[in-house]
C-alpha cells in the first residue's frame, strides 16, 4: 500500500515465517521493488521470543487470545527499530503499526529514531484497553513536539481498527529567513515575537537548530544570529 507513495524504501517487518513467505511472493508478483522484506519482529530487546499464531496463519500474536482458532508456537527474532536503523543508517518518514498488541514494545525500542527523525506515526490502539489510553501519554512523555488525532473507519466495531495518528508539529525553534528578520525591524508587533524566538533559541537543547535561507545553523550560531539582530531592533 505504502510502496507507490514514495521514492524511498518500505521495510515491512514480519516475524512468522509462513507469512514472511507471502510478503516475499506479494512484493515480487507486485513488482514493490522499493519494499524490504524483513524477517523479524519489532521490540524494545534484542533476542528471540516465543509468539503464538492461530490455524489462519494471518493473526500472531505473544499473547494466547486468538478466540475460535487452533493455535500454536513459534519461535522468532526480534529486532529494535532503533538498532535496525542504526546500522543501516536511515532516516524514518513514516512508521505504521498494527502488531496485535505490543505496539508498546515496539515503540519502546524505536524512541531514539522517533526522537531523531520525528517520523508521521500510524499506530493502532484498539486491541486493548492500555493501548487506547496510554500510547498517546508515552509518545507525549518523550516531548518531541506531536500534534495527535484519532481515526476509526467506518465498520461496525465500535474500537475495532482504531489508530492513533502522530504528527511531527512546529519546530521549537521555527523556520526563519533573513527577509522576515529584516522585517522585524521595521514591523513593532512583531518586535515581541523576535525577542520571544531569541529567548526559544536560548532554551533549546542539543544541536537540532534550524535553518536560516536553507542554511542549517546549530542552536549556538542561530543564538549569536538572533542577538544580533536582536540589538539591531531594540
Keep these: 500500500i505504502l510502496s507507490?507513495?514514495?521514492t524511498g524504501r518500505v521495510f515491512a517487518f514480519e516475524p512468522m515465517?509462513?507469512?514472511f513467505r507471502h510478503?516475499?511472493?506479494?512484493v515480487r508478483l507486485n513488482g514493490l521493488n522499493n519494499v524490504v522484506?524483513?524477517?523479524s519482529a519489532l521490540g524494545d530487546v534484542a533476542g528471540q521470543l516465543t509468539m503464538t499464531v492461530g490455524d489462519a496463519g494471518a493473526c500472531a500474536t505473544v499473547a494466547n487470545r486468538i478466540p475460535g482458532e487452533k493455535l500454536r508456537q513459534e519461535t522468532v527474532d526480534v529486532i529494535t527499530l532503533d538498532g535496525f536503523v542504526r546500522e543501516r543508517g536511515i532516516k524514518v518518514g513514516l512508521i505504521k503499526t498494527d502488531v496485535e498488541g505490543a505496539e508498546q514494545i515496539l515503540l519502546r525500542g524505536a524512541k531514539e529514531t522517533i526522537c531523531r527523525d520525528r517520523p508521521i506515526l500510524l499506530i493502532s490502539i484498539y486491541h486493548n484497553a492500555s493501548d487506547f489510553l496510554d500510547i498517546k501519554p508515552l509518545i507525549e512523555s518523550w516531548d518531541v513536539g506531536y500534534r495527535f488525532r484519532i481515526y476509526h473507519p467506518p465498520i461496525r466495531s465500535i474500537s475495532g481498527e482504531t489508530i492513533l495518528i502522530a504528527e511531527p508539529g512546529e519546530e521549537k525553534c521555527v523556520e526563519l529567513s533573513t527577509h522576515a528578520l529584516e522585517t522585524l525591524q521595521i514591523d513593532t508587533p512583531n518586535r515581541r515575537a523576535f525577542r520571544a524566538c531569541a529567548d526559544i533559541a536560548k532554551r533549546s537543547a542539543g544541536e537540532s537548530g534550524l535553518s536560516i535561507d536553507g542554511v542549517r545553523v546549530s542552536?549556538?550560531?542561530l543564538v549569536k544570529q538572533l542577538e544580533?539582530?536582536?540589538k539591531?531592533?531594540?
Excluded: C, D, G
Aim: aromatic letters at 0%; a negative charge.
Design 4 to 6: 507507490p507513495l514514495t
Design 219 to 221: 542552536n549556538q550560531e
Design 37 to 39: 522484506p524483513v524477517h
Design 23 to 26: 510478503l516475499e511472493t506479494t
Design 17 to 19: 515465517l509462513e507469512n
Design 228 to 230: 544580533e539582530r536582536k
Design 232 to 234: 539591531a531592533v531594540a
